[in-house]
């Protein structure tokens, strides 16, 4: 297969700009989880087409604003997340859920707020927000598709899968100077794994190994691409660094596989018997453009939101979510437990790996430069990384007729 795009996608500051009017700004865009808007007044910070957005609970309905004051400018929220009213810190003037500011130290010497309708004129700017399960959107187009049109088939199974996660395991953030549809596309393919994981996915793999691998398509929901990695399932995490408890918890697992295999099905029951019906593996939801879910039988998930800050830099923030262990015992408890620190150690050894090979190629890129008309070449097992292509080419259609040919 022909690769669809030439260096130009991922070097140019014009198209970058293109792609955060065509894109970003129109599409629905993952802001945090709902477990982090559970009570009224707490609030999550996002960035969405580079605008700051707060997202904040005001005694349970969710709403969206710029993260700007309306009086002075200051920004509104300075941390990812927090508890308390929509409140700017410079001045104290405190916005109601219409994102009109009702709270306003000595009003009486602002003779402009005597005018009626005055106040109103001062809301913050709000953006649409809703929800699928526990995972929350926001979108700055004034029109467009609701939430559930835009996710269209992945709704439903996204909608199962998120509701169970309560607890953040393990939460990082780090700059990759690459462009964002290069670290995107990285996460499309297992191609690379021999190459670029030898302490991960690719720990004792060779080529012939890697061609027996697939990535089994688990919808059809253009344009997102939703997969299962059911053959990824057999290569074993690396195990935390061996200390006298990690080799008793060891121990202990080995004694106890039955209850283990046990709590496994149970919760795989729990959270949705469609979903994880088949044996290993797990659900891949690569939502466009830039959101990336994985959840596995068990219930833990990985979170990867992708922000491009230009178009040679993104930033991702990985986080990894765990289900309520209420229901389970002890000894269901302590292997949930170690699970989630395995997924976690195994989640941030992959991510080092893949920053390294992504800063790779676009350095390539630089090497080839803009102009070349030669855009490479996919494989067959490289299939997804063409349709997400295809689907920005389709995203961007706008900007491209507009181009000079």
Same mark, same amino acid.
């Given at each position: ?49 580079? *605008? ?19 009086? *002075? ?37 602002? /003779? ?51 509701? /169970? ?109 469609? &979903?994880? /019906? ?38 991702? *923030? ?58 490479? &070449? ?28």
């Amino acid at each position: 297969m022909q690769n669809l795009l030439n260096p130009e996608y991922y070097l140019s500051a014009e198209i970058w700009q293109a792609e955060r009017e065509q894109i970003f700004s129109k599409l629905w865009q993952y802001a945090g989880h709902a477990a982090q808007l559970a009570q009224p007044n707490d609030w999550i910070l996002a960035n969405i087409a580079g *605008r700051e957005v707060v997202v904040q609970n005001f005694a349970g309905e969710l709403r969206a604003f710029s993260n700007v004051c309306s009086h *002075r400018f200051s920004a509104i929220r300075s941390k990812p997340c927090g508890h308390g009213p929509l409140q700017c810190p410079y001045h104290h003037w405190t916005y109601n859920k219409e994102g009109v500011p009702r709270g306003i130290p000595l009003r009486n010497q602002f /003779s402009e707020l005597a005018d009626p309708g005055a106040i109103e004129k001062l809301a913050l700017e709000r953006w649409a927000v809703d929800r699928c399960g526990g995972l929350v959107f926001v979108r700055l187009a004034r029109e467009g598709q609701s939430l559930r049109e835009f996710l269209g088939a992945t709704y439903p199974a996204m909608q199962a899968a998120s509701e /169970s996660l309560i607890k953040v395991v393990r939460e990082f953030e780090y700059t990759i100077e690459a462009n964002w549809k290069v670290v995107i596309q990285n996460t499309l393919e297992l191609y690379h794994i021999v190459a670029v994981h030898p302490r991960s996915f690719g720990k004792g793999m060779n080529y012939k190994q890697l061609a027996s691998l697939r990535q089994v398509d688990e919808l059809v929901a253009p344009p997102h691409i939703v997969y299962r990695a059911e053959s990824i399932a057999a290569v074993a995490p690396t195990p935390p660094p061996v200390t006298l408890r990690t080799l008793l918890q060891r121990i202990l697992l080995s004694i106890i596989r039955p209850a283990r295999n046990m709590a496994n099905d149970g919760v795989r029951r729990k959270l949705n018997p469609g &979903l994880f /019906s088949r044996a290993g593996g797990a659900v891949h939801f690569g939502i466009f453009p830039c959101f990336n879910f994985a959840i596995s039988g068990l219930g833990l998930a990985t979170e990867l939101v992708y922000t491009p800050l230009s178009a040679e830099r993104t930033r991702v *923030r990985v986080r990894n979510w765990a289900p309520g262990l209420q229901n389970l015992n002890l000894i269901e408890k302590a292997l949930m437990r170690w699970r989630q620190a395995t997924d976690a150690n195994f989640t941030r050894i992959i991510v080092d790996e893949d920053v390294l090979a992504n800063e790779a190629v676009q350095r390539g890129l630089h090497n080839k430069g803009a102009t070349l008309l030669s855009s490479g &070449l996919l494989s067959e097992d490289e299939h997804k990384v063409h349709r997400f292509q295809t689907f920005y080419l389709e995203a961007m259609a706008a900007h491209e007729a507009a181009r000079p040919s």
